[in-house]
């Protein structure tokens, strides 16, 4: 089993590999797990092939985790793997500390994760613990070090998000006005203006469910 062929077979998933690492002592991780991938959707297609699911057009909660775990069930039981969702607590599986841990993910000036390719869209569908260790490739740089504009830190009309942190009431408020339907159509103006982020393929629907799951009125 290679990074390359497992690579192959969640991109047919619609999936992408986000990160991934060989968990020592010190890392919190599955007992037995040799190699943790962490997953992200595979762009462009993956917001037209989720769509489409019968998930998404059910009208019932959480039709983005029922997808995941439809999908990810069947593939890890094929890999005598085991599958964990950000969903799934609490105790809440740590994403973050093994996005961090992963090489490929780092905080931004904002707060946010930024990952590699993604940016600040980056998103973690599910990790993979496999029971074998798996040959990894090299990890990423950090975008951030040759971003010199950093257009991210000026980009939130409310200042919500910052060096201090993430302001969640105030972003919330200002997503019920309608100065802030903007941001609930197209997606955050701070993950928006990411450099990286632009490249990555995100269609405003596919933000603008993410805005409507994340509001509370």
């Known amino acids: 089993m ?20 060989h968990p020592e002592a010190q890392d919190v991780a599955p007992f037995g797990c040799k190699t943790l991938l962490l997953l992200g959707p595979y762009e462009p297609g993956f917001w037209a092939r989720f769509s489409n699911s019968p ?13 995941s775990k439809r999908i990810l069930t069947p593939w890890v039981d094929e890999k005598n793997a ?32 930024v990952h590699d390719c993604a940016g600040l869209f ?26 010199y ?32 339907q903007g941001c609930m ?3 955050c103006l701070v993950r928006n203006a990411c450099p990286v982020g632009r490249e990555y393929a995100r269609l405003p629907e596919q933000s603008a469910f993410h805005m409507a799951a994340f509001y509370s009125k």
């Open 122 to 147: 980056v998103s973690f569908r599910a990790a993979i613990a496999l029971p074998t260790f798996v040959e990894l490739p090299d990890v990423g740089a950090n975008p951030c070090t040759t971003c």
């Open 82 to 113: 085991r599958v964990l969702f950000p969903s799934d607590g609490p105790p809440y599986p740590p994403f973050i500390a093994w996005a961090k841990r992963s090489g490929r993910s780092w905080p931004s000036p904002v707060g946010l994760l």
């Open 149 to 180: 504009t950093r257009p991210c830190l000026s980009a939130c009309p409310v200042n919500a998000l910052g060096p201090e942190g993430y302001d969640v009431p105030t972003c919330n408020t200002y997503l019920g006005t309608d100065a802030g």
């Open 55 to 67: 998930e998404f057009l059910d009208n019932r909660s959480d039709p983005l985790d029922r997808w």
């Open 2 to 21: 290679t990074y390359d062929a497992l690579l192959s077979s969640l991109r047919k998933l619609q999936l992408d590999i986000f990160g991934a690492f």
């Open 185 to 187: 159509e197209t997606g």
